[in-house]
């Protein structure tokens, strides 16, 4: 009898151990990973080529002729227009702070540009009894910019778009050059050659800088970029000085002051590594 009993024991427990066996495995739920982002932390070094759209807005262009014989006259170049439009390219450098997908930052860049606003050959009328036949030209020129900015951006996967905005310094030239003839004699009026004139002044402006751009990572530390800037510097004054020599002796002076209210207009490419 209890041998039958313990058979009995054997046979159900191997029924359900069969059952068990058959039954599918419950698999428990695992957590999706958030979507990485690219780590924009650190400092950075790079460079960039560009173009640029300058606009020099010359006007007030003023200035009075003087000669030893003590005669003087008004004369004035014509205005310098047109657009100082040429390749820029530098190099930037900066620091960058990720907050999850907030990227804040501070950025300094130099740069080279070849901007140049030339007025020809323009007139500049002198009483005839001062002096006649006088031609000049005046031209506004810049070769470097550096700004000095912020930078607060949103990372998505690789990419980080962002605005940036600060200080710009921009060195801007400004020449004339002059050429005509002068008074020998008052009695009778005559008039002998007058040598060349040729003056510059330049000065570090000081104005604001904005725009935004794209940076994308592509690995190992390398990113690459697009960015646009505008650049103004307000009104700022020039006052040129200078003289022309006769083979007679006789001296010319001319005193100019220009008024120029430079902008420009940046669209520039670059690459950048991170540390």
Known sequence: MRTLVFATSLLAFGQITAQAADLTPVRMPTKIPAQQVGNWTGFYIGGNVGYGWGNYGASNSTGTFVNTNGGSAPFGFNAVSGNGNGVTAGIQTGYAWQIQQTVLGVEADWQYINSKVSTGNSAIPVLAAVGGNFSGGASVSTDWYATFRGRVGYAFGPALLY?????????????????????????????????????????????????????????????????????GFGTNGYNLTGSLQSPAGLTGVIATHVDIKPTFDIARVGMNYRF
């Open 163 to 231: 605005a940036t905005g600060g200080i710009a310094l921009a060195e801007t030239k400004l020449s004339e050059n002059a050429t005509g003839s002068i008074p020998t004699s008052l009695f009778p009026l005559t008039y002998g050659p007058l040598g060349s004139m040729n003056v510059s002044n330049s000065a570090v402006l000081v104005g604001y800088a904005i725009g935004g751009g794209i940076e994308y990572a592509l690995g190992a530390g390398w990113s690459v970029k697009g960015e646009y800037l505008h650049m």
